[in-house]
């Protein structure tokens, strides 16, 4: 689309699994035209993943990767080979920035540390995104997901019970939080290279990110100041109640009422009864201090209204509990589906199949319905041969080779 | 670092509350935008009575958690139910880039600062609107906290042990993350301001961001009509085994082992000096492993158990094997990782005491990040008012004493 928004800035990804790959399609979803360079026969790692319709295994039918993918190019190169890397560096001469998650040291062993970047390209902007960040003693440490989210704090001090292991999301959670802040502070970056006065490296541990913005902006400045820091409860957040996730007749049900007007909403919808309108716990705090009493008595109530009815009765009463929704009952929602949401991509492998829409909408330039991720190698030809003129006997002997 | 910063020259109107409003415009502001929230003693920001308070002293300028999420926004006080607060606030969309709002839709309308009034006061404005479930559709009227916006996406469904209920997070996951890709709405919306000169409304819907994360559940019903249940810190696609957090020396100490490859577990046997039972058919191949995980987790506990989680995450990274801590609170403060990037710092608030937030957090090689203290409320109002709008003392004056300024 001539008018998206990020039209004409040129991105070459070079990532496997989530948080490249997912920074990269933001940058893809509105406009940006991104090559994704994948190991030659094997691939991005995800494609091995899943899932995959029937649980067959398929490197074009993953669908992990037909979602982190969508809107991309894609070809096949060996980096790790002098030729190979010769190639890398002819896109990334007139690219605008390159998305990459490997690990710092694997970048210094293929010769593609930021200063030999830089050395091809000054205005490139280098957006690395790592479990750990580019410096520190932990930034030579292998890591995943997994490893990032739980050094970040956030399952120790809010998912889990007491006394057992702290929890994930059930997703890649640390890959996406920092995939978001890279593609934030990578935009920026590009946006204001002639104000700073070129490309730069810009360094996204997974883990700091969450450390900062999510678990230190409630926890380091106490910490601090009183030498005393909290850990996961497993019934909620203490500061208040109703706060938790409460079993319900069919399901569960997030219970939140917190301020003033939440709160009286909530205790119309059960009925007024005598325990909830106790004068002390019109305070917030005070509830939360007495979230043990509090919750065996929502729960009755809970136990026997349905989760829809009890969003809808909550919501009208101006009171933010929702419904605990299942997968399948999120992507068969009308609002979804009505927002173009939850839309269906046409894919070679795969056939129709439901996806995502992209995260939000830019209402002043729209952008096309989604384009399927790429195939392995599917457009060689075009970036190779169009973008960077290679004659095809040159293509033929790289092919040969093994670089492409 | 003396270089200027990315987003100089720009210039937001911040009216988000709570906190994905803040930490959006924090976001913009560390990277170099001049960014005001715009509130109101009149209605106090709850964030600013969550304890605990500097100094332990309960006062809306005090809140330790207010001052490391609104760090770096400055501040304008203006009572939104007075006429003339409403005509300042236009006045000072008018010299902005950026209008930011978190509110249920609706409300910036009823306050008399809606899309169409703003473009009338600044044609090119890029409003960026974050309500729960986005400015249309069924839901578009929902209420939600990051908390229990969760809950809309299927996220929190597949939170917690295998075979259990679901657990809460128990702290709103869902606004600094919306806070942080926020940033990246409004910036590609001015960069397609900058190309054609055109402003727009920027539909962000919290709901349907955080359901990004939903992605590889959600492929999974798509193609098999499966919807996920908790699986515990199990790989979300069953692509690695042992994937979960084992028990250490200590208290509530624990390690995270992640192990994907055919070598990272030939480093995790050689790690455990080689058990018998590792060389069992049921964990040959990762195939066999991840078909077993449950008794291989159990086995590795029972490794782990006598540790020290740190000791033993150097000794696997030794081996090649992806293992870390997992940290609590207080390491946060004190691990070297974390100490040698500079991740927290103390700074000094306007009103005088030492606070410890977070800095930059992300780190860039070719400017410093303008990070600055949570502000006081109206802190910036002389500034705003009288040198940017041209308020004179006098109509200053009055407008403190009618509380329009407030």
Not at chain 1, 305 to 321: F, N, S, T, V
Request: charged letters at 20%.
């Amino acid at each position: 689309m001539p008018d998206a928004a990020l039209e004409g800035i040129s991105v070459v990804e070079l990532g496997q699994g989530v948080s490249a790959p997912y920074c990269a399609r933001l940058f893809a979803d509105y406009g940006a035209d991104v090559v994704k360079v994948e190991a030659p026969e094997s691939g991005d790692v995800t494609r091995c993943w899943g899932p995959f319709p029937g649980d067959v295994p398929h490197l074009e039918k993953s669908g992990l990767f037909h979602f982190l993918n969508t809107n991309k190019r894609g070809v096949t190169l060996d980096v790790a080979a002098a030729a190979g890397r010769e190639i890398l560096f002819r896109l990334l001469e007139r690219a605008d920035v390159l998305i990459e998650n490997n690990l710092p040291m694997q970048m210094r062993d293929l010769g593609l540390d930021y200063a030999a970047l830089e050395g091809v390209n000054r205005n490139l902007v280098v957006v690395s995104i790592t479990p750990f960040g580019q410096t520190g003693p932990y930034s030579e440490w292998k890591g995943y997901d997994l490893n990032a989210f739980h050094l970040s704090g956030a399952s120790h001090r809010y998912c889990g019970l007491p006394g057992q292991a702290p929890l994930e999301h059930g997703t890649f959670s640390a890959d996406f939080y920092g995939a978001a802040a890279a593609a934030t502070w990578g935009l920026a970056a590009t946006m204001g290279r002639e104000r700073v006065g070129g490309g730069q490296h810009v360094d996204v541990s997974c883990a700091e990110a969450i450390a900062t913005t999510f678990v230190g902006a409630h926890n380091i400045g106490a910490y601090a100041q009183d030498g005393v820091y909290e850990r996961r409860t497993g019934v909620g957040m203490r500061l208040s109640a109703p706060a938790t996730i409460l079993p319900c007749k069919d399901g569960h049900v997030w219970m939140l009422a917190i301020e003033p007007g939440q709160w009286k909403g909530l205790v119309e919808v059960i009925g007024n009864p005598e325990w909830a309108r106790v004068e002390m716990f019109e305070d917030m705090f005070v509830r939360g201090q007495n979230a043990d009493i509090i919750y065996p008595l929502l729960e009755e109530w809970t136990l026997q209204h349905d989760k829809l009815e009890i969003m809808e009765r909550c919501q009208a009463a101006g009171c933010p509990a929702t419904a605990v929704t299942t997968v399948e009952e999120a992507a068969e929602h009308p609002h979804l589906r009505e927002r173009g949401y939850v839309l269906e991509v046409e894919h070679p492998e795969l056939g129709r199949t439901l996806s995502l829409a992209p995260p939000f909408k830019l209402t002043g330039s729209p952008t096309a319905p989604p384009a399927p991720a790429p195939l392995l190698g599917q457009h060689n030809d075009d970036v190779y041969g169009d973008r960077l003129g290679m004659r095809d006997d040159a293509l033929a002997r790289l092919r040969a080779d093994g670089i492409l | 670092m003396e270089n200027a910063r990315p987003l100089e020259g720009i210039r937001v109107a911040n009216f988000g509350w709570v906190w994905a409003g803040p930490v959006l415009g924090q976001t913009l502001a560390f990277l170099g935008a001049e960014v005001y929230k715009i509130e109101s003693r009149a209605r106090i920001d709850m964030m600013r009575t969550l304890p605990p308070f500097d100094g332990g002293v309960r006062d809306p300028n005090r809140s330790l958690s207010n001052h490391a999420c609104w760090a770096s926004n400055g501040s304008v006080s203006l009572d939104l139910k007075k006429p003339e607060a409403v005509e300042l606030a236009l006045e000072l969309v008018a010299t902005c880039d950026v209008v930011a709002e978190n509110f249920v839709p609706g409300v910036m309308e009823g306050f008399g600062l809606g899309y169409a009034k703003l473009c009338e006061v600044k044609p090119d404005i890029v409003m960026f609107s974050m309500p729960t479930a986005g400015l249309t559709g069924p839901l578009r009227d929902i209420r939600s906290y990051g908390l229990s916006l969760t809950g809309t996406t299927g996220l929190d469904s597949f939170v917690g042990y295998v075979d259990g209920p679901p657990i809460p997070m128990e702290q709103a996951f869902a606004d600094p993350f919306n806070g942080l890709l926020g940033g990246f709405a409004v910036l590609a919306a001015l960069r397609h301001r900058d190309r054609t000169g055109r402003g727009q409304h920027v539909d962000y819907s919290q709901q349907e961001a955080v359901m990004q994360l939903v992605g590889p559940a959600f492929m999974d019903y798509a193609m098999n009509g499966r919807s996920a249940t908790p699986m515990g810190n199990r790989h979300p696609l069953a692509a690695a085994a042992p994937h979960g957090v084992f028990p250490c020396a200590g208290d509530d100490r624990w390690i995270s082992i992640a192990v994907a490859e055919e070598g990272e577990w030939q480093g995790l046997v050689r790690a455990m000096d080689d058990p018998e039972w590792a060389r069992a058919a049921e964990f040959v191949g990762l195939e066999q492993r991840v078909r077993n995980i449950g008794s291989l987790h159990e086995r590795l506990a029972a490794w782990t158990l006598g540790f020290d989680d740190r000791a033993l995450a150097e000794r696997l990274q030794g081996e090649g094997v992806a293992a870390a801590p997992v940290m609590n609170v207080a390491d946060l403060l004190e691990d070297p990782h974390y100490r040698a990037r500079g991740t927290f710092i103390e700074v000094r608030h306007p009103l005088g005491f030492k606070e410890t937030i977070y800095g930059a957090y992300v780190k860039t090689s070719r400017f410093e990040a303008d990070v600055r203290p949570g502000p006081a409320i109206g802190q910036d109002n002389e500034h705003v008012f009288k040198e940017l709008l041209g308020v004179s003392d006098a109509r200053y004056r009055r407008l403190v004493d009618e509380k329009v300024i407030y």
